[in-house]
């Protein structure tokens, strides 16, 4: 079975520094998508970044970048020069890749502060 | 521009009323999923389409059931709401292999 762990319940960043978000996995496929999610107070949750399982190199996409470590089967999240609208609650998912409509299991969420 | 439409994003029912939520997509994609979150934890997934072919969670309660009338449009029906079942609800959608894509959620409040 799938799992998703993320340890930071809560994190604290000052305006422009840099952040990591932790999250490991535990699935025995060996073909799987990583995913990280933002989701601010509005509730919407907004798609940031994905990583394959096979993709040799680590997936960015803007301020976003994810740091992919597959045989400790780590995908933290790495957001540089953070800014207050940043602060959000962000989740780590994951999907096995090549089951078609597998859904998502997500972890618990790590809640960041941007701190002025 | 918006692509997963949830309406409405609040909605007050009360104990026991039967209450429905809209999810509309303009992505043209085949599978259309339902989550309920509550307060502080991660979305549970309820049930999800692949096209027309329903597949409900094992702990999905039987209060909650779904329609799918069109590949655009999808429905949660809550027939009996209890104060535990008020939450944000999801939707989101995908294609297949690729990344789901979610609404802006709806907050029930059951009184």
């Known amino acids: 079975a799938q799992k998703i762990t993320q340890t930071q319940p809560g994190m604290f960043v000052q305006e422009k520094e840099a952040v990591t978000l932790d999250c490991t996995y535990d699935?025995?496929?060996?073909?799987?998508?990583l995913f990280w999610y933002k989701q601010p107070s509005s509730g919407e949750m907004i798609f940031l970044i994905y990583?394959?399982?096979?993709?040799?190199q680590n997936a960015t996409e803007g301020r976003y970048s994810l740091n992919f470590q597959k045989a400790r089967k780590s995908a933290n999240l790495v957001i540089s020069a953070s800014q207050l609208g940043d602060s959000a609650m962000y989740f780590c998912?994951?999907?096995?890749?090549?089951?078609?409509?597998?859904?998502?299991?997500f972890g618990k969420g790590t809640r960041l502060s941007v701190i002025a | 521009d918006a692509m997963v439409i949830q309406n409405p994003r609040y909605q007050v029912t009360q104990f026991g009323k039967p209450v429905t939520l809209s999810c509309s997509q303009t992505?043209?994609?085949?599978?259309m999923y339902w989550y309920q979150q509550k307060s502080s934890q991660a979305p549970k997934l309820l049930f999800h389409?692949?096209?027309?072919?329903?597949?409900n969670e094992a702990d999905t309660p039987d209060n909650f059931q779904s329609r799918r009338p069109n590949t655009s449009f999808c429905f949660l029906d809550i027939r009996s709401p209890g104060l535990g079942d008020a939450a944000m609800y999801l939707c989101?959608?995908?294609?297949?292999?690729?990344?789901?894509?979610f609404g802006p959620g709806t907050r029930l409040l059951v009184l």
């Open positions: 989101a959608t995908s294609t297949i292999l690729e990344t789901q894509y």
């Open positions: 699935t025995s496929d060996q073909s799987y998508g």
């Open positions: 990583q394959g399982s096979y993709d040799e």
């Open positions: 998912a994951m999907r096995e890749a090549y089951s078609g409509n597998t859904p998502l299991v």
């Open positions: 992505l043209n994609h085949n599978v």
């Open positions: 389409y692949y096209d027309k072919d329903f597949n």
